[in-house]
C-alpha cells in the first residue's frame, strides 16, 4: 500500500506541474493586461511603466520562472486590478463556492437516488418514465436557462425567493457561511438547485441501472425466499450495494460542481470563485485566472487521488494490478 500510494502520488504532482505550466503559457499568451489597465489616453512612455512594474516587459521563458519559483513558495502572484495576492483573493471567495457546491450536492443525492432507484423499481410504470424524462431534460437544458426560468418564476413572479447574491452570513470556525441563517438559505435555494439538476439527473440514472442489475441478483432472490420484507430488501440490500457506483462518481464530480460553477454563480450574481474568475477574465487580470485554474486542478488531483486509494484499500486487486504493470 505504501509503494502504491507513493506511485499514486508522484504521478499527482506531475499532473499538477504539466498542467501548471500548460495554464500559464495559454493564458499569458491571450491579450495584453496593460491595454485594459492603462489610461486610454496614456502615452507609450506610461503603457511601458505599466509593463514593468507588473513584470510584462520580460519574455516569456522569464515570466514563467519567476511564476515557478513563487508557487514553489505558496504565492500564485499579485492581481493586477486589486493589488493583492491571487490566492488570498481566491481564498475569500472559496468558502461561498465550497457551500454552493456542497448544497448541490446534497440536492442531488437527496432528489436523484430515491427517484433513481423508483425508476429502477418500477420502470413500465408511468412514475419511473417520468422519472426518466425527467433525467433526459435535466442533462439537455442549459444551466444559466434553468437559472434564468427559475429566478424568474420564484424571483419574479411568485417572489418567494431572492434573485441574487449570498444573503446574510455567519462565521463558522472564522469561515463564512450562509446556510446558518434563513436569509442565507432563501439565497442559496435557487443557485444550489440550478446546478444540482444535472447532476441529480446523473444520480437518477445511476440509481436506476444499479436497482435494476441488483434486482436481478442472487441476494435480493434469496432475501425474497427468507420472507423479508420489500422495504428492508430495498433499504438494506439493493440501496447498500449500489451505493458504492454512485459514491465514486459524486466524489469526481463534486470538482466539476466547483469548477463548473462559473455559469450559475454568474446567472444569481453569487460571490464566488466563479464570479471573481469572470471578472478577471473580462479584465485580463492574469493572475487571478492562473491561481483559479490551478486551485481547479488541485482539486481534481486532489479528489481522484483520494478516490484511487480507497479502491485500493478497498481491493487489493487494484494494487497488485498496479505491481504487476
Known sequence: MLVYFIRRLGQAALVVAVMGAIVFVSIYMVGNPVDVLANPNADAKEMAEIAARLGLDKPLYEQFGLFVWNALHGDLGRSFVFNEPALK?????????MELALAALVVSILFGIPLGMLAGLRPQSWIGRSVMTGSILGFSLPNFWIGLMLILLFAVQLRWLPSGGRGETVNLFGVPVSFLTLDGLKHLVLPAVTLAL?????????????????????????????????????????????????TTVLG?????????????????????????????IGRLDRPIIVAYLMMVVVVFVVINFIVDLIYAALDPRVRLSEQGS
Open 89 to 97: 483573493l481566491i481564498a475569500q471567495r472559496m468558502p461561498a463556492t
Open 198 to 246: 444535472y447532476k441529480a439527473a446523473l444520480v437518477i440514472r445511476l440509481a436506476r441501472a444499479g436497482t435494476r442489475e441488483a434486482m436481478l441478483q442472487d441476494y435480493v432472490r434469496f432475501a425474497r425466499a427468507k420472507g423479508l420484507s420489500p422495504a428492508r430488501i430495498v433499504m438494506v440490500h439493493i440501496l447498500k450495494n449500489i451505493m458504492i457506483p454512485i
Open 252 to 280: 469526481l464530480e463534486f470538482g466539476s460542481m466547483i469548477a463548473f460553477a462559473v455559469v450559475t454563480e454568474t446567472v444569481f450574481a453569487y460571490p464566488g470563485m466563479g464570479k471573481l474568475l469572470i471578472d478577471s
